[in-house]
């Protein structure tokens, strides 16, 4: 079966220092594969999705940065974090599919708190 | 506009009771996905809805596509304390492969 593994699952981090977080799928090759922000228990904001290896595609201009080294592997980043960045960051996964239903299956989370 | 609007944000009630959410957008999508998510985790699949006018149950839960398929509801039948979390409704843009999420429903079911 396939799973998804986020990590850390909590940090707390001070203004301008550097983030990496990572995200690694098991149990199925060639994913899409997505970080979303989400603020508050609110609404998902989609952040970077990646179709491919070295594909990446932003969606929200800001400070953050999204590397796909590997097939299964996805990794958020950024040189120097702001206050704003402060949430519950997801990575999820999906199947490329012909029909453009393919649910999303997300890890667990995040919780990135810059103090 | 792709935005989807869900409503109410908030709903608290007592268990037993019944309850409806919305979810709606101006433009006509191809489907809809809706999702649970409870607290310190990711968002969980409920139900795909693809054709306008759709109607599927999943135990007390029933999911309804709008003829247009520009909305849907999601209604609870005696609601129960397990029921309690953000129910987020979501639409793929078609070609683009990634998924656009409603802001949520927080629902509270009180014993």
């Known amino acids: 079966s396939q799973t998804i593994h986020q990590w850390p699952a909590t940090l707390v981090q001070p203004v301008g220092s550097p983030l990496s977080l990572e995200c690694t799928v098991e149990?199925?090759?060639?994913?899409?594969l997505y970080w979303y922000r989400q603020a508050a228990g609110r609404g998902l904001q989609l952040l970077f999705y990646?179709?491919?290896?070295?594909?990446i595609s932003s969606e929200v201009p800001q400070n953050l940065s999204a590397s796909r080294p590997q097939d299964r592997q996805f990794i958020l980043s950024s040189k120097k974090l702001l206050l704003s960045d402060s949430g519950f960051y997801l990575c999820?996964?999906?199947?490329?599919?012909?029909?453009?239903?393919?649910?999303?299956?997300f890890g667990n989370g995040t919780r990135l708190t810059v103090t | 506009t792709q935005l989807l609007e869900q409503s109410p944000q908030f709903l608290s009630i007592q268990e037993g009771e019944n309850l409806t959410v919305y979810c709606n957008s101006s433009?006509?999508?191809?489907?809809l996905q809706w999702y649970r998510q409870e607290p310190g985790e990711g968002p969980v699949l409920l139900v795909t809805v693809v054709t306008g006018g759709e109607v599927k149950k999943l135990k007390r839960l029933t999911f309804q596509f709008g003829d247009a398929r520009k909305d849907s509801s999601l209604h609870i039948t005696a609601a129960q304390p397990g029921d309690t979390g953000l129910y987020l409704c979501a639409r793929i843009i078609q070609g683009a492969q990634k998924l656009v999420f409603g802001q949520g429903t927080r629902l509270t079911i009180n014993p």
């Open positions: 433009s006509v999508f191809s489907s």
């Open positions: 149990g199925t090759s060639n994913p899409n």
């Open positions: 990646s179709v491919g290896i070295g594909q």
């Open positions: 999820a996964w999906s199947v490329k599919g012909t029909d453009d239903n393919s649910p999303l299956h």
